[in-house]
Antibody, heavy 121, light 108 residues
Framework: QVQLQESGPGLVKPSETLSLTCTVS?????????WGWIRQPPGKGLEWVGT???????SYNPSLKSRVAMSVDTSKNQFSLKLTSVTAADTAVYFC???????????????WGQGILVTVS | EIVLTQSPGTLSLAPGERATLSCRAS???????LAWYQQKPGQAPRLLIF???TRATGIPDRFSGSGSGTDFTLTISRLEPEDFAVFYC?????????FGQGTKVEIK
């Protein structure tokens, strides 16, 4: 059974960098799927942040591209998100997930982490 | 960027009734790469439908998806108490992937 778990600070100061890690269990991150980050501001809808492959190939939402960086650590079966120069608008629940189907790096999310609330204040 | 518009914003129905949710895209969705998710409060979204009409693993057959091009529909044939939630559509045919704003299905 594929499981994902987000971890990282729940509080980040404005202008600083948000850093999150997603740990995958039950499946090797080095296999054929892409892995992604999605965020959801409190009480609002979902926004695609970006996607990464185990090779390190990335695809970012253009609205965040200048501030986002994703990386992968296959030895730990983890992938990570960094978002720089954060503001209150970046306050959200951040989900990680497995990307499936579509034309890579695009896809649906068939497995999700439980999400982590990050507050910028 | 493809904009997805979901309607209605809120659907008030009783258990046992039929729910019909709409997702309209600003441009044609390539290869019907359209998914539906269900989200309950405090939980991650759950994949229900992908490829516009294929049910994900373990999803009951009372959930069905249809449509192509720019118009897609999620139908719940008979609402069970556990079905009341917010539903999102997502297109993954063009970058960036985008989501609709959601339809809340609430108990009448």
């Amino acid at each position: 059974q594929v499981q994902l778990q987000e971890s990282g600070p729940g509080l980040v100061k404005p202008s600083e960098t948000l850093s999150l890690t997603c740990t995958v269990s039950g499946y090797s991150i080095s296999s054929t799927y892409y892995w992604g980050w999605i965020r959801q501001p409190p009480g609002k809808g979902l926004e695609w942040v970006g996607t990464i492959y185990h090779s390190g190939s990335t695809s970012y939402n253009p609205s965040l591209k200048s501030r986002v960086a994703m990386s992968v650590d296959t030895s730990k079966n983890q992938f990570s998100l960094k978002l720089t120069s954060v503001t209150a608008a970046d306050t959200a629940v951040y989900f990680c997930g497995r990307v499936s189907g579509g034309i890579p790096p695009l896809g649906r999310l068939d497995y999700w982490g439980q999400g982590i609330l990050v507050t910028v204040s | 960027e493809i904009v997805l518009t979901q309607s209605p914003g809120t659907l008030s129905l009783a258990p046992g009734e039929r729910a019909t949710l709409s997702c309209r895209a600003s441009q044609s969705v390539r290869s019907s790469y359209l998914a539906w998710y269900q989200q309950k409060p405090g939980q991650a979204p759950r994949l229900l439908i992908f490829g516009a009409s294929t049910r994900a693993t373990g999803i009951p057959d009372r959930f069905s998806g249809s449509g192509s091009g720019t118009d897609f529909t999620l139908t719940i044939s008979r609402l069970e108490p556990e079905d009341f939630a917010v539903f999102y559509c997502q297109q993954y045919g063009s970058s960036p992937e985008t989501f609709g704003q959601g339809t809340k299905v609430e108990i009448k």
